[in-house]
């Protein structure tokens, strides 16, 4: 049976992505609302991993999730890191100039305040989450609104890239905690990949 592991986010979501490159062979990611729901779903059995962010190289602590992880009983098993590259995602026919706001997580947001800052006539919009972030600029079919997401979730979401690199810094890196239940076998096998140079895949 495939190991289901809970993340907080839609397909195409830099949590998501976190879950692919582990590597333990095949997961089944488990897209959750929120941190909370990760959290509940690792409790009731519906996954025997959760993975969650706890640190941005740029905007810092993720504040939300370690609360979340500190108000459960989980274990913390395990760390990974994902290097995150910020792409402009908006409708096909869409260009910078006609652009009138910009959707992504708060935490994806501050990190590319360079970005908008030198884009002033972007309007911030927080979202509950990158990837649903692009999935909901494409299905309002609006070409003012963009999303900042990964790529991949403009793919998934048919949307076209404006412009990629929007992080403040090319070394951009997320910190996640994989989180359990008990040790089991797929757990040493998470700790091992932690200390596997594997486990920094890019």
């Known amino acids: 049976m495939t190991p289901v592991v809970a993340y907080q986010g839609e397909p195409g979501a830099f949590s ?10 095949e997961l089944e990611p488990l897209p959750c609302r929120t941190f909370a729901d ?11 991993l959760g ?20 108000r459960s009983e989980l274990t913390i098993a395990g760390t990974t890191s994902l290097a995150i590259h910020l792409s ?13 706001s910009v959707e992504s997580h708060p935490v994806a947001l501050k990190q ?34 963009g999303a900042i997401a990964s790529s991949r979730a403009g793919e998934l979401n048919g949307l076209v890239v404006l412009a990629t690199g929007l992080e403040d810094r090319s070394d951009n890196v997320t910190q996640f905690a994989i989180v359990a239940r008990e040790p089991s076998p ?17």
């Open 38 to 48: 990760v959290i509940a779903a690792v409790e009731s059995g519906r996954a025997e």
């Open 112 to 145: 590319c305040t360079k970005f908008l800052a030198a884009h002033p006539m972007l309007r911030p919009v927080e979202s509950h989450d990158t990837a649903g972030a692009a999935r909901e600029v494409a299905a309002s079919g609006d070409r003012t609104r």
């Open 16 to 25: 998501e992505m976190a879950i692919l490159a582990l590597p333990l062979g």
């Open 51 to 70: 993975l969650l962010p706890t640190e941005n190289s740029i905007a810092g602590p993720v504040s939300d999730s370690v609360s979340a992880i500190s």
């Open 186 to 202: 797929i757990l040493l096998r998470a700790l091992d990949a932690r200390r596997s140079p594997a486990n920094l895949k890019r």
């Open 88 to 100: 402009l995602l908006a409708m096909r026919g869409s260009t910078l100039a006609s652009l009138r």
